[in-house]
């Protein structure tokens, strides 16, 4: 069996998350959440496959 996850959607999921538990932490996800987005993007690291 074969999973395909995408990097971006989990790192969106967990971002998400952790605004909802910790809203003051907003500034800092977001700019994480750019920032990886970035080197996703430069890297060419657009999903996983596990399995």
Same mark, same amino acid.
């Given at each position: #069996? ?7 959607? =989990? /790192?969106? $999921? $967990?971002?998400?998350?952790? /605004?909802?538990? #910790? ?8 700019? /994480?959440? $750019? ?6 993007? =430069? ?6 496959? /596990?399995?």
């Amino acid at each position: #069996m074969n999973l395909h996850l995408g990097l971006t959607p =989990l /790192i969106s $999921l $967990l971002a998400g998350i952790l /605004i909802l538990v #910790m809203p003051r932490l907003l500034n800092y996800i977001v700019a /994480i959440y $750019l920032i990886a987005i970035g080197l996703i993007g =430069l890297v060419g690291a657009g999903g996983l496959r /596990i399995g």
